[in-house]
């Protein structure tokens, strides 16, 4: 069968390619995909801030679809099911795997995959597509496809959680309230802690607002004097840190209480921020800087969860403008403008 997909062939050039799809293996499935939404990572591309992520690009991995068929040896799926796709994986035996460290496979090529006809990628903007059993997880069919999409997103920020260790009634500041700061925000409120949401930009503000969160407006109060003022001059328990920018690495320190405070570093930024951190301050407050990237297999069997039950809802950060796979130039363009949540395009 004939599989139609978006590809970056350069900066600001996205095109649809069509290509033959071999059968699938016994421990494959074949998705017809619904829905893929567009990642910081794949617009950023677009913009020309990624070139090391190199082209031709067949990028996409915030993706949901229906089962179309599955190989001989599947179990955990059936045709008909909804379901999202997992990043990467490992190859489950090296070192690495085998203590959840499938990020850094050790069996990973060390060269950038590229796909027998020369594409990188993972082929997420694709009408159909073939994956690992261990790639995808089933999903509440109630949710929309472009929701259920948010599987890998989600897992990255359970990761995030697990390394900062959120405790119950700690109180944590998000700093941005962008699609991840919204699902670093969502995902705090379900492990029951106390969170405040910093944002500038009008519409996230509302958007924060609506979910329910206290909000602090930078445009009206100083950010830092806005925390003190709500923790009667203690300092949070940690601030997870959702937007790149050497701004946002400074007030995170300054919100802290004045021992033994977390930073979470989740947001990456292109070009690089600055850490303006007195190394001195760092030793003597007993703070942590804490990083994170990625997701493994128990990340996004927590992500599932919370999705499925609707424990956390991410319905108002899909943009309601949706994009068909012939209009992806357009729908990279809508993505890359300031203040947009996920751009989501329909594949079938």
């Known amino acids: ?9 350069k900066a600001h050039v996205s095109k649809v390619g069509e290509r033959e799809l071999r059968e699938i293996k016994d421990d494959e499935v074949l998705v017809k995909q619904l829905t ?3 990642c910081t990572t794949d617009y950023q591309q677009w913009m020309g801030l990624r070139e090391h992520q190199g082209y031709p690009m067949a990028g996409g991995h915030e993706g949901a679809g229906v089962v179309e068929k599955v190989g001989a040896n599947v179990h955990t799926v059936k045709p008909g099911d909804l379901v999202a796709v997992a990043h990467g994986g490992g190859c489950g035996v090296c070192a690495n795997c085998r203590v959840g460290d499938t990020g850094n496979c050790l069996n990973k090529p060390k060269e ?8 990188l990628g993972e082929f997420g903007f694709a009408d159909y597509n073939i994956r690992t059993e261990k790639q995808i997880y089933v999903m509440n069919p109630d949710l929309d496809p472009a929701e259920a999409g948010y599987l890998e997103p989600v897992a990255t920020v359970c990761r995030g959680m697990k390394k900062l260790r959120l405790q119950p009634q700690e109180t944590v500041v998000v700093i941005g309230a962008g699609t991840m700061g919204m699902v670093n925000a969502q995902v705090a409120r379900a492990y029951a802690a106390n969170v405040i949401v910093s944002e500038i930009m009008p519409k996230k503000l509302e958007t924060a607002k609506a979910m329910g969160f206290k909000v602090i407006d930078c445009n009206e109060k100083d950010p830092v004097e806005a925390v003190m003022e ?14 790149g920018a050497t701004k946002a690495n400074e007030q995170a320190l300054q919100m802290l209480k004045k021992n033994d405070g977390r930073i979470l ?8 921020p600055d850490l303006p951190y007195d190394s001195n301050v760092i030793h003597y ?4 800087i804490i990083g994170t990237f990625g997701a493994e297999a128990s990340d996004y069997n927590e992500a599932a969860k919370l999705l499925n039950t609707r424990a956390i809802d991410v319905s108002k950060i899909v943009e309601p403008k ?6 992806c130039q357009a729908a990279f363009e809508a993505a890359s403008t300031p203040g947009m949540y996920r751009v989501c395009i329909e594949l079938n």
């Open 285 to 288: 407050r007993r703070v942590e």
């Open 112 to 119: 950038k995959h590229r796909s027998e006809d020369g594409y």
């Open 230 to 243: 709500m923790t009667d001059g203690k300092g949070v328990d940690c601030v997870i840190v959702a937007v």
């Open 1 to 9: 069968m004939k599989q139609r997909f978006e590809y970056l062939e």
């Open 36 to 38: 893929c939404n567009i």
């Open 265 to 272: 570093l989740f947001a990456a930024g292109y070009p690089v």
């Open 322 to 327: 949706r994009f068909k796979l012939d209009d």
